[in-house]
């Protein structure tokens, strides 16, 4: 018996276990020797060779079935929950009140983001210039819904959108390939809308208030995160940068300078995994 733990597996406390030889210890009576033409012998080895045989074929066509056909299930009902879940989740559970950033702004310091409006859900192009609609257009718009956040000291704004869209895994795989290999989410005139909201903080945040973004093509399920952040006393961004660029080291562009490839970066995180939690409760198998 091999008693060394599998890869992955926790340690054995001390003591658990020990190596060993296999070098059976000298016994007092030795075993009668079988003849090796003796027929019971060749008979019985050769049902015992046959029903191993047996058992294990059926249970590797057994794992092929119920393996395949379970993970192509999860897929499945991945993508009609998170295809529904425009509609059929609370906006507090799209997009909380309060998101916390622990260490999720400049020098690894907390961030706080409070939501002071929420856009009613609408098509893409609402939210998205002709540019970036166009380049989603392989995976269709389902619904397109986006709120907008402030920071703690209320000096930033971020607008944060989900993007639910028609396509299946391949698809959503195939347009994730894209935006990777091409460097889409880098590219300035990719940069998705913002949504201002009077009275706010994010009143004056337009189109020229565009500092930093980030646009995320999830394959798990079919939605494109995206945000897009600014300064808040609505002051123009002459050259905006990508939240990857900004928060790159040795950044020195005005967005980089003044966080906001983080705050862009960290509320799209955040919206992100508040998505994938509640997926994966919405596809949970009861026990």
Known sequence: MDLTPRPGAAPAPPGAYHAYAETPAETTTRLRP???GSPARTVLAAVCAVLGLGLVGGAVTGSWLTGDSAAEAGADDAYAAGRSAWHSVPVDTLFPRTLKGDG???GATDRVWTR????GDAGCAAGLDPLLLRTLGPVGCE??????YTDATRSSVTTVGLVFTEADATSMSALARRFDTQKLGDRADLMPRTHPVPGTAAAGFGDQQRASWTVHVLTEVPVVVFSVSGFADGRTVAEPQSAAGAMAAGAATVPAQAGLGHEAKGVADRIERALRRTVATLTEKPR
């Open 34 to 36: 079988v003849k090796s």
């Open 104 to 106: 999720a702004g400049p």
């Open 116 to 119: 002071i409006g929420v856009a």
């Open 143 to 148: 619904r397109l819904v986006r709120a907008t």
